[in-house]
């Protein structure tokens, strides 16, 4: 008889009774043919006696085993390992040494090369970050949203909120979203025309997994939205690019491109270019909806920074100027409250939001419409709009310091425009030095630039990335000046050094 | 002079700042050519009077407008429109008229018919459903829930978990599952080997998307829970079909498959097959694994209902015998608790589960980490295992009173085996009816059957669909089969009268 008191171990204080444990451990013994087939089984009382539990702890294991196929019992003869039980091959370790945390898999499966981008990972508060526009999690007015959250939890009728749902998102976040969007963005949509996506990413993902088949041409900026290439990649678009100039994407080189591909779509955010923050041009917004209509193509508008200007007003997106279906508007709140709230919108022709509604019960069925529920009375109660204008006069005087710190502090190494709106300034490093070195030295002075790569997609060499400044508050933005300019003093050593040597 | 007072409407009490209304209207009726370009605009003192605004507001649109390049300002001449704007060709319908709430879209996109299914749309509450087998949003602990939220959002180091995360999830949820599961299941895992996903679809989908390549083959039952087949259809799998018995599914089937095609992955809910309810033997799940390893195939093994059984302890998942990273493991809390709280994980091997958390920054960026912090604090507390031992004893008394009325009043019309767990009875109608003639008498007594094709994807017209049993209370059951037990009678009647006729 095997030693079944040391190899079955019970955890008496464990979530699981304690004849499931003594079941699951018999069924380990069986995998691994410590108890190969046909082995009698001793009996419940001795087993019992020999664990220290219950006899009938014993016989209700056995029993569930039976029943699972594990063992079989013979009247009178007594508990036996099932015979017919095939060898589980994967047993290439035997007994105790159960393999654990596997680290690779038994099959093959996709590796998106575009995936594999380099991502900020958590590190230690003492580090700061170059992040590329982050509002600050400080503001965030969680303690309004945590008490509409519990209003609405303790209401009775709330439990119909708690069960599946539509896919189209809470319906009184939607009529709210379609009065607050046709009140400050010009739009002139109705129900049927929104949808609730998780952040304005997600309206992405839909859109460009409906937009394109294989061979389709979606066209980008040179510059652009690293993480829009990414997601019309996955959905399988080829990219192309055209220029940026200071009045946004060049309308003509759109067309050229129309000529002579299969473009699906235009990808935009036309309120301020990322990551360049330059306006699209009124003449030019006109132009690429006139070519949309010519050639049957989808703008795609990602407005993700709409609601933070600080010279002027907000300019109407161009989904307030289409007319015939082109435009398909994302956006979120979850930038302008705090990312974890994933909140947003897809808004677009019926039909179009139709089929992303569709879609979007087989990505993660449905959002969370307790939260949606909050967002919308926290909109309607105007507590969107006082945040709103609360933090803009916050970030608004971060952008003028941390501007005027980088022009009179680093103007011998940085070039920029002050940005009239969003949360980040797009810096051009001086072309004497390389972000690669800048990084490596920033990195002693615990200055974190991460991705600074994905700011020249296209190898244009601008020598640029965006640094925001909306996360940091005034003492922080000092000390980050203070960072980046012992860094570069640093990396000006370093570059008169390699000169002279 | 255009009518600037009738035209340009001004809501004082609006969200918006005066002089961006202004703005925006004139916009319109430059759009529209109701001011073609070149026109002269009239003064800005003759315009404020004409409106009645301070001057100093309509300075600000027109310096708004000029800015966005939709005026130009002469010096000493006037503020003109700028003569360069292309005519926007949408205005098909110009002036006044502009077409609310577009229906159908100005570009091509796919329409995946698979994506065509008929869900229920909510409607009074005088109906009643049939439906796959829901928890009863009546018994989540949603008070508990909203209390810790509430908790943890009053902690002042709470402000990390709003700015954007990790795709795999919080940490500290993904610690507690690591003990969870491992205690309860059977799992041998690591961190590494699980990431959050917004309920078991999500943990379905992203796997999805990055097992199959075009003319890849997915075998599932020939019953099956249809959302997978859909799941597996979107990312371009072709589905083969093996059968199912009262063992599960049939091996040896899958072995012909593999042996014709591609087979990158098998589907499998192995608890309970959805949607028959039977359970996977013990000697098949081994032949399985083997399979797996012979074949280098991926088992997506989704364990929706594993906490919910009445009869005999929860089964293992097959990823509790894995040892090669065969097995994508998915499950969720969303079932058990509520689900609106789209909260479940996923587990594999370390190299699969990273690169769906690559993917999973492209479908939404991240899950809601407040809420899941919060199911980590839930989970710990007890307040899991505490609420399912509480929903198991409702739900076993409501499966046998579900159970015993259909027996004792329906056995003319319908057979079914008592299911020993899930939160669905698989009830086949006797051959002389047709479900769609019980779905349309049905709907006079307001009961609500949908989705009845939906069980029988491979039309092998077995004649049963599911009955959820666990959403009903006692009276609500008692109401439920008094509505079926009418409904059947009148079918009965038709049937009859046709028969004679």
Redesign the interface.
């Known amino acids: 008889m095997i030693p079944y008191k040391t190899l079955i171990n019970i955890n008496r204080g ?4 304690i ?2 444990q003594i ?2 451990r018999l ?2 013994l069986i ?1 691994y043919r410590k108890l190969p087939p046909n082995t009698k089984l001793p009996g419940s009382r001795i087993l019992s006696e020999l664990l220290g539990v219950h006899r009938k702890t014993v016989v209700a294991a056995y ?2 085993l039976t ?4 063992l079989i019992s013979l009247p009178q003869k007594g508990t036996f390992v ?1 015979a ?10 035997v007994g105790e040494s ?15 090369v575009s ?2 981008r380099k ?1 900020p990972q ?1 590190c230690e508060d003492t580090y700061m970050y170059v992040n590329d526009g ?1 509002s600050d ?2 503001l ?1 007015p ?2 309004d ?2 008490l509409i ?2 209003n609405l ?2 209401k009775k009728h ?9 896919t189209y998102g809470n319906q009184t976040l939607r009529e709210e979203l379609v009065t ?1 969007l046709n ?2 963005r ?1 739009l ?3 129900i ?2 929104i949808m609730i ?3 304005s ?2 309206g992405m ?1 839909l859109a460009a ?3 394109f ?1 294989d061979n389709d041409y979606v066209v980008v900026g040179h510059t652009n939205y690293s ?1 829009a290439d ?2 019309f990649e ?1 959905a399988r678009a080829k990219v192309l690019r055209v220029r940026v100039d200071k ?1 946004g994407l060049v309308i003509d080189d759109i067309r050229k491109c129309c000529e002579t591909h299969n473009v ?2 235009v990808f935009t955010t036309s309120h301020h270019h990322h990551p360049t923050t330059v ?1 699209l ?3 030019r917004r ?2 690429l ?2 070519l ?3 050639y ?3 703008i795609v508008e990602d407005d993700y920074d709409y609601d933070f200007h600080y010279n ?5 997106p161009l989904a ?7 435009v398909i508007y994302v956006g979120s709140i979850c930038k302008t409250v ?5 909140v947003g919108y897809l808004v ?5 939001v139709d ?1 992303c509604a ?2 979007r ?11 949606e529920l909050t967002f919308a009375k926290f909109i309607k109660a105007g507590y969107l ?1 006082r945040h709103i204008k609360k933090v803009l006069k916050v970030y608004i005087a971060r952008r003028d310091l941390f501007c005027s710190l980088l022009e009179t502090e680093l103007s011998d190494f940085f070039s920029f425009e002050l940005p009239k709106g969003g949360m980040a300034v797009w810096v051009t490093l001086n072309k004497a030095y390389s972000w690669e070195t800048v990084t490596q030295e920033a990195l002693k002075q615990k200055l974190l630039i991460v991705e600074w790569q994905r700011y020249d997609m296209a190898n244009i060499n601008h020598n640029a990335i965006r640094m925001g400044f909306a ?1 940091y508050d005034e003492t922080e933005i000092h000390e980050f000046m203070k960072r980046l300019k012992k860094t570069m003093i640093e990396v000006s050593r370093l570059n008169g050094a390699l000169a002279k040597g």
């Open positions: 464990g979530r699981q009774a004849y499931i079941a699951n069924i380990e995998k029993e569930e029943i699972q196929g594990w099932n017919h039980l095939p060898i589980l091959k994967q047993a290439s370790l159960i393999r654990k945390n596997l680290t690779s898999s038994g099959f093959e499966f996709k590796r998106n995936l594999d991502f958590t982050i999690g400080r965030a969680i303690n949203i945590a959250y519990r939890v303790s709330i439990t119909a909120h708690l069960a599946y749902g539509t607050y009140e400050t010009g002139n949509i109705g049927d025309n996506t998780r952040g990413q997600m993902f997994q409906l937009l088949e993480s990414t997601t996955i009045r699906k779509a306006t041009s009124a003449d006109l132009e909806l006139n949309a209509k010519t049957k193509f989808a002027h007003a907000p300019i109407l307030s100027h289409d007319l015939n279906g082109h705090a990312p974890v709230y994933r677009a022709s019926k039909s179009f089929e569709k879609l019960r087989f990505v993660d069925r449905q959002g969370d419409a307790l939260l709009d996360a």
